[in-house]
């Protein structure tokens, strides 16, 4: 950049230097040549002016690189957690964010810090998302005797994010364990009712051996019940066997319909109760089969959840940042060559100038014009 200035100026010096000549046609171009060596005898001539401007201007260099304090860098990162949804969204989108941070969270914390630490500094904090990430960075720069404010500063803006994260989170999380309790206590439910079907299931065995012994005293009785009748029938005649005779076919009758309604309980009713006990508990541990996965999503969810949280802490950077003190004073000695040129080129062109309007008689046009007109 510097470069470039200089031959600006070079050409500036030739047009000058081009309007400066009298005369002839002829003469006027060739006295438009300018070559290098008339610029050295002009910066020559002029060369106490010329050091006299680089010198100021490393002087005024020199103080401002005196004067102005080393700045570093301080800077925190913030990852933004994310809500207890299945597929883990965050909290804030980071543009989202990075508006609240901009526009909330710095304006607040700067205004308490203020009113509790009034001075005249005036604290500058910015906030960024870098491209394509998901966290916000803040970033100041300041001196180092500034250091435990700023650090400070940013790590109250952070905890301002975090504990408003924090409640969103909270809310939901807090809602989802009630959800979560809800289920646990229906799944509770539905294990008691499937011991109860269990105790069922066992009843239904021990009625059914109950069933099997008493079919089998009714069968004892209805054959006993048959050898006294054939007894009877050989023994006993008249009216008297005959009645006898009587309550012997009654009593068998009688075990016969206890022995049919056994076996109708032993073989038809039990085998349907043990099917709708199958049936009940086989819905039963279908039902806590789906509780337990309501119970599995929903800490599936409380375990997405992330709270937004400081990557690192608020840190100072190793080395100083923004322009160093060479390079104000190599910025200074770079501009004063150039303004010292252009000052040592532009007082010789005011005295040829003045130079010219003497030869001419005062105030006398030059001739060059009148030939002109």
């Not at 300018?34 to 103080?63: E, H, M, N, P, Y």
């Not at 964010?97 to 203020?114: D, W």
């Not at 975090?162 to 439910?189: F, M, P, Y």
Request: hydrophobic letters at 45%; aromatic letters at 6%.
């Amino acid at each position: 950049m510097p470069v470039r200035y200089l031959l600006l100026f070079f050409i500036i010096l030739k047009l000058f230097h081009m309007s400066d000549s009298t005369g002839k046609e002829q003469t006027y171009c060739n006295r438009n040549e300018v070559s290098l060596v008339d610029l050295w005898l002009i910066l020559c001539r002029r060369k106490a002016v010329f050091f006299i401007v680089v010198g100021v201007f490393l002087f005024l260099g020199i103080t401002v690189s005196l004067i102005t304090p080393t700045k570093y860098n301080y800077t925190t990162s913030i990852e933004i957690g994310s809500t207890v949804d299945q597929e883990r969204e965050l909290i804030d989108s980071p543009g989202e964010l990075l508006a609240k941070t901009r526009e909330s969270y710095i304006p607040l914390v700067l205004h308490e810090h203020a009113k509790s630490e009034p001075d005249d500094i005036v604290y500058q904090i910015n906030a960024r998302v870098p491209a394509g990430s998901n966290i916000i960075v803040l970033e100041s720069q300041a001196p180092e005797s500034l250091a435990n404010t700023y650090l400070k500063l940013q790590a109250e803006i952070v905890d301002k994010i975090v504990t408003d994260h924090r409640g969103i989170v909270e809310v939901a999380r807090l809602g989802l364990n009630i959800d979560r309790k809800a289920i646990q206590l229906k799944l509770s439910e539905l294990q008691d009712r499937a011991k109860l079907f269990v105790k069922k299931s066992v009843r239904l065995d021990e009625s059914a051996a109950l069933l099997v012994k008493q079919i089998q005293e009714v069968n004892q009785l209805i054959e006993m019940a048959e050898k006294n009748r054939e007894k009877a029938v050989s023994e006993v005649d008249g009216t008297l066997g005959a009645m006898a005779l009587m309550v012997l076919d009654n009593e068998t009758q009688k075990n016969r319909v206890r022995l049919a309604a056994f076996e109708e309980r032993l073989y038809i009713t039990l085998p349907n109760q043990r099917d709708d006990l199958k049936a009940q508990l086989a819905d039963n541990k279908r039902a806590q089969a789906r509780q337990g996965q309501l119970i599995e999503e929903i800490d599936v969810r409380l375990s997405n959840a992330r709270e937004t949280k400081a990557i690192v802490p608020p840190m100072q950077s190793l080395k100083p940042v923004g322009t160093g003190k060479k390079l104000i004073i190599i910025l200074s000695i770079v501009l004063g060559v150039l303004v010292g040129l252009f000052l040592a080129f532009f007082i010789e062109f005011i005295a040829n100038v003045r130079s010219q309007i003497n030869n001419n008689g005062g105030g006398t046009v030059p001739s060059s014009i009148n030939n002109q007109g």
